[in-house]
């Protein structure tokens, strides 16, 4: 057999590389898909758009070939820059359209810059292609360095031959010599963040603000690091502390709402893009309370949410004495059959009151089939603090309706002929809940098309949750062909949409085909549980 040709692999190369830098190259240099009726190698998909924030860490894609009757060798060499492009994997026949192949990679040690006679063919047999048929999948990852003038991948030396001995496809790849040019250099604005402690400060107590988080930016052409922190500690549009470190402490004397501003400043260098802005802001509600010289009682949960999360949502330090609107009164989010755990601290001049009778109340969401209501009384311990608990209950008719909403708590205590009353409420739903699922394109060919499931879960808790993201097709008599898994984290309160893929294989079953996807804390043989109900989505399955 001649010289494999370095074709594929290039074309495959390059086909990563227009996927990974068609958003910065000219046109002229991209990648395209050749006429229906010509016989070729070609790379598909042959664009990833790398326009957003971030880009994957490899790109995959697969060399293809069409329109060829009798075919028995694909071969080529592919030369690249290694101080700049790593080539992951080469992986003969991914969608099982040509077997029977062997495949081999002569790779000569003494050119490192070139991968030599990749070759796939099959003995004693042949393909006849018509439609486009994967011969190889190459996984590629571009290094961090690449030069202000670019580098190329080359594809040559095909050898593709025929059951008649026929060289059809040979030498140099027309969808080769594809140009990677370096990222374009943006300008970051600067940031500013701070965090403060403690969390619900008292009226007198030293506040200690740090604004380390805040970071600075890049004017286009060089570093911009913070030089000034101004603080606003009534957000008027009047900087009362201006300072050169992050860390500064403040004493509020009332108690109340403040809204506190910080700007930093990050001045330019010499020659800054004009789309540099030097400075940042950012405003922060902070609740101070009065002194603790009064009666006080101070409701919150336990600060753990099964299965094995910390929250600090727990409604602790917002107490009887703050006066917050009813929104930061909420606490972190229960599933159902969670255990719920109350504590209410009780204290006089800020000392804890210890053996007194606390009264607590709880009701569960209204509803037209059965209201939730719990009355419960504890002593406090020497530390002041009272406990009761209770578990989520989860009926057997009407669960969702009966337990899924807002559920409002409520401590109360009588200190010395006077009550005081602390209140919060949390959410019960399943923490992740899967939204929605579509599978697309809704009608699959076996053997050739691969499901793409698309999925959108909602994370119900104030604070961010993993999760394992499955899915299994079976076919229209219940075989299972495929399946698929993905692991994520999403924020608290928040959506995200994640897509996993399904090749369909050609021995399933044509008709109608049901995807079914689960959101687990784990895989269940790694010790994982479900998160919610599985959900579904309908394909359909055909021959051709």
């Not at 406990?387 to 669960?399: G, K, L, N, T």
């Not at 708590?409 to 002929?417: L, R, T």
């Not at 097709?473 to 993905?486: K, M, R, S």
Request: charged share 20%.
């Amino acid at each position: 057999m001649k010289k494999v040709s370095k074709t594929v692999v290039a074309f495959l190369i390059f086909l990563m590389v227009a996927l990974v830098f068609s958003a910065s190259l000219p046109e002229k240099t991209r990648a395209a898909y050749p006429p229906e009726g010509e016989t070729a190698l070609f790379a598909d998909p042959d664009f990833i758009d790398v326009s957003g924030a971030s880009r994957p860490a490899t790109y995959s894609f697969d060399v293809k070939i069409q329109n060829k009757a009798g075919v028995v060798t694909i071969a080529f060499d592919l030369a690249f820059d290694p101080n700049i492009v790593e080539i992951l994997s080469i992986t003969p026949n991914p969608n099982n359209e040509l077997p029977g192949g062997s495949f081999l990679i002569g790779d000569d040690p003494t050119t490192p810059n070139v991968i030599e006679m990749i070759t796939y063919g099959i003995l004693g047999a042949w393909w006849d292609i018509t439609t486009p048929k994967s011969a190889v999948r190459i996984t590629v990852k571009l290094k961090d360095f690449t030069p202000p003038t670019g580098t190329k991948l080359d594809i040559t030396n095909m050898d593709c031959y025929d059951k008649e001995g026929y060289n059809f496809l040979t030498g140099d790849c027309p969808y080769d010599n594809i140009a990677i040019m370096p990222p374009v250099i943006v300008v970051i604005q600067p940031k500013a963040e701070f965090t403060w402690s403690p969390l619900m400060p008292a009226a007198g107590e030293t506040v200690t603000f740090d604004a380390s988080d805040s970071t600075g930016g890049y004017d286009g052409s060089q570093a911009c690091p913070i030089t000034e922190y101004r603080w606003d500690w009534e957000s008027d549009g009047v900087f009362d502390d201006i300072v050169s470190t992050p860390v500064i402490t403040h004493v509020f004397t009332e108690s109340g709402l403040y809204d506190v501003t910080l700007e930093v400043f990050a001045p330019p260098g010499p020659s800054p893009d004009p789309s540099y802005v030097p400075t940042a802001r950012i405003t922060k509600s902070i609740y101070v309370k009065v002194p603790a010289k009064y009666r006080i009682i101070d409701l919150y949960t336990q600060d753990t949410r099964h299965p094995g999360y910390t929250t600090q949502f727990t409604g602790e330090g917002i107490d009887s004495s703050v006066d917050v609107p009813p929104a930061d009164r909420q606490v972190d989010s229960y599933a159902p059959q969670d255990l719920v755990i109350l504590y209410a601290k009780v204290t006089y001049n800020g000392a804890p009151v210890a053996n007194k009778e606390v009264a607590f109340e709880i009701h569960g969401p209204e509803n037209p089939y059965h209201n939730i209501t719990i009355y419960r009384q504890a002593f406090t311990n020497e530390s002041g603090i009272a406990q009761v608990d209770f578990r989520i209950p989860w009926p057997d008719e009407h669960a969702e309706d009966i337990v899924f909403g807002n559920w409002t708590i409520m401590a109360k205590v009588d200190i010395a002929e006077m009550w005081v009353m602390d209140w919060h409420w949390f959410y019960v739903h399943w923490i992740i809940d899967i939204e929605s699922v579509t599978v697309t394109p809704f009608e699959l060919v076996r053997g050739i098309d691969t499901a793409t499931i698309n999925v959108t879960v909602h994370n119900w808790a104030k604070t961010p949750r993993n999760a394992t993201i499955t899915a299994v097709i079976y076919d229209e008599l219940g075989v299972p062909v495929g399946a698929a898994t993905t692991t994520v984290t999403v924020g608290g309160e928040t959506s995200i949409s994640v897509s996993l893929t399904i090749f369909i294989p050609k021995w399933a079953y044509v008709g109608e085909g049901i995807a079914y996807v689960n959101a687990f804390t784990k895989l269940p043989w790694e010790c994982g549980v479900c998160w919610c109900p599985e959900a579904s989505a309908r394909l359909y399955i055909k021959a051709s």
